[in-house]
């Protein structure tokens, strides 16, 4: 008989340890795959930072800052030295803003060869088309815009903005006058530059 109780409780212990060994593994294999969720739902973001360099003899200055994650490119331009109401912004051909009057820059970004117009308009718009912004009456103003057409060293000529030129306008883009909306002196401009 206690060679039998003996053996039950070898038997006992035998069976607890091997479900808790068991357990310990299946734990360890749910605590992997929670990292490698985390992993690969990890964002990858880039940032480029630009300085707004008065043209034109103006007084215009500020930073424009591009931030691409999960496939959006956002743009955060502040400015300062404005005269007070709404003035254009452009993404222009080549970050050169060596110029006085800022048309080193060549025109607008246009890799799809549209005609000029309103960002998103069905008859057609350059990839750089922002459209306009408006300073208050100390000449400060923000813009913030968004897109899926933009992209940020991925190489493709109709979506990268690296190696273009943020131009800000003395005046106000109409959307229609071909080829620049008749927006006017380019009054600053900064190099998009990775």
Request: with cysteine; glycine share 10%; net charge negative.
């Amino acid at each position: 008989m206690r060679k039998l109780t003996l053996l039950a409780l070898v038997a006992t212990f035998t069976f607890a340890t091997s479900c808790k060994n068991d357990k310990k593994e299946n734990a360890e294999k749910e605590v992997i795959t929670e990292v490698e969720e985390v992993v690969t739902e990890k964002a990858v973001v880039k940032k480029i930072t630009a300085e707004l360099h008065a043209k034109s003899g103006s007084n215009v200055t500020g930073n424009v800052v591009f931030k691409e994650e999960n496939g959006t490119v956002s743009m955060t331009a502040v400015l300062s030295g404005l005269e007070p109401g709404k003035h254009a912004i452009h993404l222009h051909e080549t970050a050169d803003c060596s110029s006085d009057d800022g048309t080193s820059s060549g025109g607008h970004w246009n890799p799809t060869s549209e005609p000029h117009g309103k960002w998103g308009d069905a008859a057609g718009y350059h990839k750089g088309d922002i459209g306009n912004l408006e300073a208050d009456e100390k000449g400060n103003a923000t813009i913030t815009f968004s897109t899926d057409q933009w992209c940020i060293g991925c190489g493709d000529p109709a979506k990268d903005i690296v190696g273009k030129a943020v131009i800000v306008h003395k005046g106000i883009d109409d959307f229609k006058t071909q080829p620049t909306g008749d927006a006017g002196a380019r009054v600053s401009c900064a190099g998009v530059i990775e």
